[in-house]
């Protein structure tokens, strides 16, 4: 089985990116524009500022990490359901928090099956 792995750079974020309760909104968002299904999820706060918030999903996971002071978040995004839409995820978080800014996603491809001997 093949699948992608999306991180995502966002740039010129709103000021949302610093309230937990907005940026757990936004990955919630995300994973039901992807179709994924959450069973539970993490926020750790840094000093002086920013955050990572995990949304574990029964088919992986969503992070997002924030920088404040350069208007960012990085979010990672693994959907291990091959007909999920992991972009959609990222679209969704992306329209709630960065609608005016710019993104940029890099993928990997995952091989998930077993090695040959």
Avoid at 18 to 26: G, H, Q, S
Wanted: glycine share 6%; net charge negative; proline share 4%.
């Amino acid at each position: 089985m093949r699948i992608r792995q999306v991180v995502a750079d966002m740039r010129d974020c709103s000021s949302a990116i610093e309230d937990e309760a907005l940026l757990r909104d936004a990955a919630l968002a995300g994973a039901r524009a992807g179709g994924a299904t959450v069973i539970g999820e993490h926020a750790q706060r840094y000093v002086p500022h920013g955050l990572t918030l995990v949304v574990f999903l029964a088919e992986s996971h969503i992070m997002l990490t924030t920088w404040p002071e350069f208007k960012m978040v990085l979010v990672d995004v693994l959907l291990c359901n091959p007909e999920m839409d992991e972009d959609a995820v990222v679209d969704e978080i992306a329209r709630l928090l960065c609608p005016d800014g710019l993104v940029e996603k890099s993928y990997v491809t995952r091989h998930i099956e077993p090695l040959e001997h």
